[in-house]
Antibody, heavy 123, light 113 residues
Framework: QLQLQESGPGLVKPSETLSLTCTVS??????????WGWIRQPPGKGLEWIAS???????YYNPSLRGRVTISVDTSKNQFSLKLSSVTAADTAVYYC???????????????WGQGTMVTVSS | DIVMTQSPDSLAVSLGERATINCKSS????????????LAWYQQKPGQPPKLLIYWASTRESGVPDRFSGSGSGTDFTLTISSLQAEDVAVYYC?????????FGQGTKLEIK
């Protein structure tokens, strides 16, 4: 069955760039019916959608983070990635990657999630 | 942006009793061309990622027990657990997928009374 696994540094210094990768196994990231996304959750708080990407490179970003976020895809490695620049303590969170189905231009809910990776921003 | 607001923030219910969580969207998430509400419910247990429970406001995901049900249309939605079980202790989130940016509700923490 399809699985997603986040990876990346657990500690990032303020003002630096957070970089995470999500590896998709048990299925192809190049499937025509799915986007792939990042969602984060600060400790003890709720969920915030960050960005989503299609295998072709089409992207959607949360405007609240636009300018600091870049999402990319590497179909040869069946991976997609997140970069968040100029991080502050407010970016400390569990970062999840997830699958986002799409049907005929219409969205569906996030149906498969990775286990999440905790990223702390601290000097 | 379509912002989601849940109520209550927390809820304590006795085992076997009904639990009801409400979710309100700032704009309608009902798409007129297909008459579908772009509203999902997720369950998140401690240390775990969210799990999709319900989509299209009332369709249970495969494997979700039938004590979970969703209702509502337009801007007002409800998640009901008909008979609370111990394993239902979790935080529940609603989410609109009508359009980006996707917003989640702030979450409702469900506990046993």
């Amino acid at each position: 069955q399809l699985q997603l696994q986040e990876s990346g540094p657990g500690l990032v210094k303020p003002s630096e760039t957070l970089s995470l990768t999500c590896t998709v196994s048990g299925g192809s990231i190049s499937s025509s019916t799915y986007y792939w996304g990042w969602i984060r959750q600060p400790p003890g708080k709720g969920l915030e959608w960050i960005a989503s990407i299609y295998y072709s490179g089409s992207t959607y970003y949360n405007p609240s983070l636009r300018g600091r976020v870049t999402i990319s895809v590497d179909t040869s490695k069946n991976q997609f990635s997140l970069k968040l620049s100029s991080v502050t303590a407010a970016d400390t969170a569990v970062y999840y990657c997830a699958r986002l189905p799409s049907d005929s231009g219409s969205w569906l809910p996030l149906d498969i999630w990775g286990q999440g990776t905790m990223v702390t921003v601290s000097s | 942006d379509i912002v989601m607001t849940q109520s209550p923030d927390s809820l304590a219910v006795s085992l076997g009793e009904r639990a009801t969580i409400n979710c309100k969207s700032s704009q309608s998430v009902l798409y007129s061309s297909n008459n579908k509400n772009y509203l999902a419910w997720y369950q998140q247990k401690p240390g775990q990622p969210p799990k999709l429970l319900i989509y299209w406001a009332s369709t249970r995901e495969s494997g979700v027990p039938d004590r979970f049900s969703g209702s509502g249309s337009g801007t007002d939605f409800t998640l009901t657990i008909s008979s609370l079980q111990a394993e239902d202790v979790a935080v529940y989130y609603c989410q609109q997928y009508y359009g980006t940016p996707f917003f989640f509700g702030q979450g409702t923490k469900l506990e046993i009374k």
